[in-house]
């Protein structure tokens, strides 16, 4: 297994921030904790293997866009609602992956994606 590494948009930082925000006010310290390890958690997987068999792609969203649910990197599954949004580093793709957005499973990435996704 190689090591890879990652990097956040300013929209991915601002969608973590902002769950971990609502997760604390809705569930408590303890739990938004444990949300924020699992997101952490999804985004390690895709950075140690971007074409995980559970990662989905997404043409429509862009070249090389692709997503994996949090609930993969949870302890059970309907243990979280919310879609890591990614795709490998296109200046070189040996560096990892860009977190593009971290979204609710309700919302339509298409909105949320912008023409420049990658902008940090």
């Known amino acids: 297994m190689t090591l890879r590494r990652w990097r956040y948009t ?6 973590i ?5 609502d ?5 408590g310290e303890h739990q938004a904790r444990r949300y924020a390890q699992m997101i952490d958690r999804a985004v390690v997987l895709v950075a140690d293997d971007p074409d ?7 043409a429509e969203l862009g ?12 302890p059970r599954a309907g243990a979280a609602s919310h879609i890591v949004f990614y795709r490998t580093e ?6 990892g992956v860009v977190v ?6 309700r919302m339509d990435p298409a909105l949320h994606l912008g023409d420049e996704p990658d902008r940090l």
């Open 10 to 15: 300013t929209a991915a930082s601002a969608d």
């Open 17 to 21: 921030e902002q769950i971990t925000e």
């Open 23 to 27: 997760t604390l006010e809705r569930f």
């Open 52 to 58: 995980r068999p559970a990662a989905r792609r997404h």
């Open 63 to 74: 070249q090389g866009v692709r997503s994996l649910h949090v609930a993969f990197a949870g």
């Open 90 to 95: 296109q200046r070189d793709p040996g560096q």
């Open 100 to 105: 593009l957005r971290v979204l609710h499973e």
